[in-house]
Nanobody, 124 residues
Framework: QVQLVESGGGLVQAGGSLRLSCAAAGRAVSSYTMAWFRQAPGKEREFVAALRWGGGIAAYPDSVKGRSTISRDSAKNTVYLQMNNMTPEDTAVYYC????WGTGGSGQADYSNWGQGTQVTVSS
């Protein structure tokens, strides 16, 4: 098992940027496919980004593609989500997820390890 702790959330103005961090403990993230999901009030949790173990192939849904980047620092055992040009629609609790040797799927069931989440609020 790997323990995940998110940080970096907060209040940002529309058009601004934010970098979220997910610190992992217990296992090296290099052997995990890492992902970010988010859940806005009253909505289902949705996929934001994934980064496969090994080759580091990244995937993003259309809603964030082109303004979001997921990356991994193996030395710090940490995964990041950089989001730019943010809008109020990005307001949500952001969750880090991990699956050892995962395939990089976009469903919640593809990941068995989850963090507690960090709140991101984008003001208009």
């Amino acid at each position: 098992q790997v323990q995940l702790v998110e940080s970096g959330g907060g209040l940002v103005q529309a058009g601004g940027s934010l970098r979220l961090s997910c610190a992992a403990a217990g296992r090296a993230v290099s052997s995990y496919t890492m992902a970010w999901f988010r859940q806005a009030p009253g909505k289902e949790r949705e996929f934001v980004a994934a980064l496969r173990w090994g080759g580091g192939i990244a995937a993003y849904p259309d809603s964030v593609k082109g303004r979001s980047t997921i990356s991994r620092d193996s030395a710090k055992n940490t995964v990041y989500l950089q989001m730019n040009n943010m809008t109020p629609e990005d307001t949500a609790v952001y969750y880090c997820a991990a699956e050892r040797w995962g395939t990089g799927g976009s469903g919640q069931a593809d990941y068995s390890n989850w963090g507690q989440g960090t709140q991101v609020t984008v003001s208009s």
